[in-house]
């Protein structure tokens, strides 16, 4: 495969993954996909990727033949060093520094950074993530600097010429619901309510308009007003 024409994606199986691979199913030739176990609570989102790629694969015949290898990589060893409400059994809420105690020091810098060691073996150019500095929780590793300063390091510690794609980088979840609609239309757009999982708590019982969860953790939160948005927005 061409290296400059094929592209892994940070794929979580949440909203903002689902719609970053789908910008790259639509501008790559090949794509692969990395997801990361660091024992989250939320670690139905590792199933539900899975669901996910298949449904793409099953509604977009053409995105099918550019859909290639999934990697899952074991990192334990953030969720045993990260004091978090993701990764312990503890409530979500406002730290006293600004941040949400679901702030996982350090994560997306490591997701990359491993994102970058398995593209550099797969001879892949292009990284792509879901960070995002519009709506966000104030996570400093999801702000667009950050990103920049990363692919400088990634690219001169690994001698590559890498591009860290940030395509939600400055959309709000209205928007990005918006794009998703643009990428796959309708078709994507259901795929998303109904498999990619986004609630911190893991609930799938519920089923709203804006797809499965609690309805009221951060990640629900922001998933469900960015949809109501969208739709009143679009009607
Ligand atoms: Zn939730």
């Given at each position: 495969?061409?290296?400059?024409?094929?592209?892994?994606?940070?794929?979580?199986?949440?909203?903002?993954?689902?719609?970053?691979?789908?910008?790259?199913?639509?501008?790559?030739?090949?794509?692969?996909?990395?997801?990361?176990d660091y024992r989250q609570r939320h670690r139905i989102e590792l199933d539900q990727r899975l669901v996910?790629?298949?449904?793409?694969?099953?509604?977009?015949?053409?995105?099918?033949?550019?859909?290639?290898?999934?990697?899952?990589?074991?990192?334990?060893?953030?969720?045993?060093?990260?004091?978090?409400?993701?990764?312990?059994?503890?409530?979500?809420?406002?730290?006293?520094?600004?941040?949400?105690?679901?702030?996982?020091?350090?994560?997306?810098?490591?997701?990359?950074?491993?994102?970058?060691?398995?593209?550099?073996?797969?001879?892949?150019?292009h990284l792509v993530g879901g960070m995002c500095e519009t709506d966000y929780s104030g996570y400093p590793?999801?702000?667009?600097?950050?990103?920049?300063?990363?692919?400088?390091?990634?690219?001169?510690?690994?001698?590559?010429?890498?591009?860290?794609?940030?395509?939600?980088?400055?959309?709000?979840?209205?928007?990005?619901?918006?794009?998703?609609?643009?990428?796959?239309?309708?078709?994507?757009?259901?795929?998303?309510?109904?498999?990619?999982?986004?609630?911190?708590?893991?609930?799938r019982e519920t089923r709203h308009a804006w797809g499965y969860g609690c309805g009221e953790c951060p990640?629900?939160?922001?998933?469900?007003?960015?949809?109501?948005?969208?739709?009143?927005?679009?009607?």
């Open positions: 495969m061409e290296e400059s024409r094929s592209a892994l994606v940070l794929f979580s199986g949440g909203q903002d993954s689902t719609t970053c691979l789908a910008w790259a199913l639509e501008r790559f030739q090949h794509i692969e996909t990395v997801a990361f996910v790629r298949e449904e793409l694969r099953r509604r977009f015949p053409h995105w099918a033949s550019r859909l290639g290898e999934d990697h899952l990589v074991d990192l334990a060893v953030l969720g045993q060093i990260s004091e978090t409400s993701l990764t312990r059994d503890v409530a979500f809420a406002m730290e006293q520094n600004g941040l949400p105690n679901t702030f996982v020091p350090g994560r997306n810098l490591l997701f990359f950074t491993f994102a970058a060691a398995i593209a550099w073996r797969r001879s892949i150019r590793d999801c702000r667009d600097n950050t990103v920049k300063a990363l692919q400088v390091a990634l690219n001169l510690g690994m001698d590559k010429s890498f591009v860290l794609h940030t395509p939600l980088m400055w959309l709000d979840k209205a928007e990005t619901w918006a794009m998703a609609h643009q990428l796959g239309g309708q078709a994507l757009v259901e795929t998303i309510r109904e498999h990619t999982h986004t609630c911190y708590r893991s609930e990640a629900c939160s922001l998933r469900k007003r960015g949809y109501e948005a969208w739709t009143k927005g679009a009607a």
